[in-house]
């Protein structure tokens, strides 16, 4: 395949003119105590990517016990378009008393750094209530390369500078910005071909057009496991249970930054700190619940319930990392 124009990445957001103008879970929380009359009505948690993608299907999965919990009708809306940024710039924009939730992932710490002309700053305008799950990313290369483990892949590569390319799932998404990373770490001179989602990677990497992509473990986990890719290594501090065996970039060498996906949910800044505790609590309720838990290892995601204190830690530390990264990869707007 012909690659893609080289040089500093790129990211192209056509829907930005028209738009804009972790701890373990414990044993099941008891019922909570209304917080101030909290909720008085329906919920409406705000997924800001299309129906059928995995932040839509967390806050799918979440909603219906965190209802339960709550008492009152939890509705999941979409409101997509600006790689997040329309649906988050709603929610900003609601009354901070916890009726309107927005569920978010690697976007809500990115955007910040690459859309210009946002009505609203995502440092301050939300209050994270709980970082709901992270989802491992594993490097994978197709069987034509001649690497069983990562140095040699590494040393392979940089016998061939400049005639190489790689895939992500789109610009700026987590397996970019992981690729980026990785990159740059090892030394490698190689093309970005970024496409419209993980699984439209899949056909050239399977092809052997690209020789690398991080994909998350729901999507690649099986084709390690069936011989079509090889796993090279994990972009997190943790091994996946699933791959036993694949080491993390850490322990081979590369002490680059977590790059998981993920996804936290967060109300309008201002909410009150019981609102917080008791949106908390239902999360928790939710992650405890069986066939909740089990539906999220079917799709690799780990189920956090962190308490909003740690939430926003955790979402303050990935937008200063992954905002160095923006600037020193030069990841841009046209």
């Not at 099986?222 to 996946?240: C, F, H, T, Y």
């Not at 790059?259 to 109300?267: F, G, I, K, Q």
Request: no cysteine; glycine share 12%; net charge positive.
């Amino acid at each position: 395949m012909a690659p893609a124009r080289r040089g500093a990445h790129v990211t192209r957001r056509r829907a930005f003119a028209a738009g804009l103008g972790a701890a373990a879970l414990g044993p099941r929380p008891p019922a909570a105590q209304p917080a101030g009359g909290f909720p008085s009505r329906p919920i409406r948690l705000v997924s800001p990517y299309p129906p059928g993608g995995g932040t839509d299907t967390t806050a799918r999965l979440i909603g219906p016990p965190m209802s339960e919990f709550l008492g009152q009708p939890i509705v999941v809306e979409n409101r997509p378009g600006a790689g997040g940024a329309i649906g988050a710039g709603h929610v900003a924009e609601q009354p901070p008393d916890g009726h309107t939730l927005l569920v978010d992932s690697l976007g809500h710490v990115v955007n910040p750094h690459l859309l210009r002309g946002l009505r609203f700053d995502y440092a301050v305008a939300f209050a994270p209530v709980s970082l709901v799950t992270v989802l491992r990313q594993i490097l994978v290369v197709p069987p034509s390369v001649p690497a069983g483990i990562l140095a040699e892949f590494v040393a392979w590569a940089k016998a061939r500078p400049g005639r190489l390319s790689w895939g992500s799932s789109g610009n700026a998404t987590g397996s970019h910005l992981a690729g980026v990373l990785f990159t740059r770490a090892a030394g490698l001179d190689m093309t970005h071909v970024p496409y419209r989602g993980g699984s439209a990677v899949l056909p050239d990497l399977l092809a052997g057009n690209i020789v690398f992509a991080f994909a998350t473990v729901s999507v690649g986990s099986q084709l390690v496991r069936d011989g079509r890719l090889k796993g090279l290594a994990i972009a997190s501090r943790e091994r996946v249970a699933s791959l036993p065996g694949i080491a993390t970039m850490a322990e081979l060498g590369f002490p680059m930054a977590d790059m998981d996906e993920w996804n936290v949910l967060t109300s309008p800044a201002g909410t009150p700190p019981a609102v917080l505790a008791r949106l908390h609590q239902a999360v928790r309720h939710a992650l405890a619940q069986p066939h909740v838990r089990d539906r999220f290892a079917q799709i690799g995601a780990v189920t956090v319930g962190s308490s909003p204190e740690e939430a926003a830690r955790f979402v303050a530390e990935r937008r200063e990392a992954l905002g160095r990264l923006v600037r020193e990869a030069h990841i841009t707007i046209e």
